[in-house]
């Protein structure tokens, strides 16, 4: 880090509002290390602890470091974290919803989500605090680190020799501030190995030639088993409002006792349409867009208003944009998962973020065979403005 950048990472610190109230009585120092039972069982899961950084730059002579106060996973305990390329972070429940150990099971084994390893810490630092003789009175407290773990629920599970429990709690930062509190919602008793599910089929090589230099194999893939997974709702504007959910249907060809495809696609959520263009023979499917093409304003009424393409919701209509298959029960083809012509970039949808309305382009992310499938933005304006790709 430059001189100028750590004065200014100084300078937004010591401007930035503590977590306490001026009076209110502050914990003068780190506080001592606490163990905490969150699945009940009479072993700990976390650890309440805390570190000096100490800082060494003679632009700041009086300021000497931070002391941190956060929370450790102790050895066996693993926190449950969304997995997939449209959902990378920690997972969380609403503070109105129970447990459901299935639903997690199940999206467990269809590859939703995936437990941190329970050998390695996985630390969550909350509170920060100032130390040196710059630091005056007033700059002097506990603040907030950034890292908005607290309030949220969230889910880990612990495995010893007396069992294996699975729990919902979340981090609190209460008064007098400089503490942090792990508060319990649910616990709940397992079998051994739930939600283990072993590791990637690693892929075949991919070896060029024989002249070749390098000869790199492909990294593993994840390989989501067939089926029907759990839906995943996208949040594509980062607003915490869901726009599209990735669903997966089950196509039976009738006669042939349970043959098919299971189906992965998109569907646009309440609130959210889909740009739909009509095809060969009157069939409807997705508008997309190329990095060469413009969306402007004009050619979108125009082609509304010649109703050669319309906005699809939810709401009129089921709409499912089908983009990997599976096949099962067919003899004679490889029973892996494959794309469909629309699983390409571009696809064109309308959603509201904080009361505006916006228009954007999606990228499909996709494994094959593999079958991981995701969704993401690749640009958005508002709507009454031109949309391009980037």
């Known amino acids: ?19 306490f109230a001026q009076g209110d009585r502050i914990i003068p120092g780190p506080p001592p290390d606490e163990y905490v039972d969150v699945t009940g069982d009479g072993r700990a899961d976390l650890l309440i602890t805390s570190r000096t950084v100490h800082i060494s730059d003679p632009q700041q002579p009086g300021y000497l470091g931070m002391y941190k106060v956060g929370v450790r996973t102790l050895s066996g305990t693993a926190i449950l974290m969304w997995s997939t390329p449209s959902d990378q972070r920690w997972f969380t429940l609403d503070s109105t919803i129970r447990l459901d150990t299935a639903e997690l099971a199940a999206r467990i084994h269809f590859k939703q989500l995936s437990w941190t390893d329970e050998d390695q810490a996985t630390e969550f630092w909350l509170l920060e605090r100032p130390f ?7 700059q002097d407290g506990w603040y907030g680190t950034g890292d908005h773990h607290d309030g949220h629920v969230m889910v880990l599970r612990n495995a010893n020799d007396r069992g294996t429990g699975v729990a919902a709690f979340r981090f609190e930062r209460p008064f007098p501030y400089g503490r942090v509190v792990i508060r319990t919602k649910e616990s709940i008793g397992v079998p051994n190995g739930y939600g283990e599910e072993g590791d990637p089929v690693p892929m075949k090589p991919n070896v060029k030639d024989e002249y070749d230099f390098g000869h790199e194999g492909n990294e593993p893939q994840v390989m989501v088993p067939p089926g029907v997974p759990p839906d995943e709702l996208v949040d594509l504007n980062d607003d915490e409002v869901n726009d599209l959910v990735i669903t997966t249907v089950d196509e039976d060809w009738h006669g042939t006792d349970g043959s098919g495809y299971y189906v992965r696609g998109i569907s646009p959520s309440p609130g959210t349409a ?14 997309t867009l190329t990095e060469v093409d413009a969306l402007t304003p004009e050619n979108l009424a125009n082609g509304l208003k010649s109703g050669t393409i319309r906005w699809a919701s939810s709401e009129s209509e089921r709409v499912f944009i089908d983009l990997l298959r599976h096949p099962h029960g067919l003899d004679g083809g490889p029973m892996e998962w494959a794309a469909t012509p629309n699983a390409s970039a571009g696809t064109v949808y ?3 973020s904080y009361g505006r309305s916006y228009i954007g382009a999606l990228e499909v992310v996709y494994t094959l065979p593999g079958g991981e499938l995701g969704v993401r933005p690749q640009n958005w304006v508002e709507e009454g403005q031109v949309l391009q790709l980037r």
């Open 350 to 352: 309308r959603t509201t």
């Open 132 to 138: 040196g003789p710059a630091i005056t009175k007033e």
């Open 1 to 19: 880090m430059t001189t100028v950048s750590r004065i200014a990472l100084l300078f937004g610190l010591l401007t930035a509002v503590p977590v």
């Open 274 to 287: 889909i740009l739909m263009t009509n095809t060969r023979w009157g069939v409807w499917g997705p508008f």
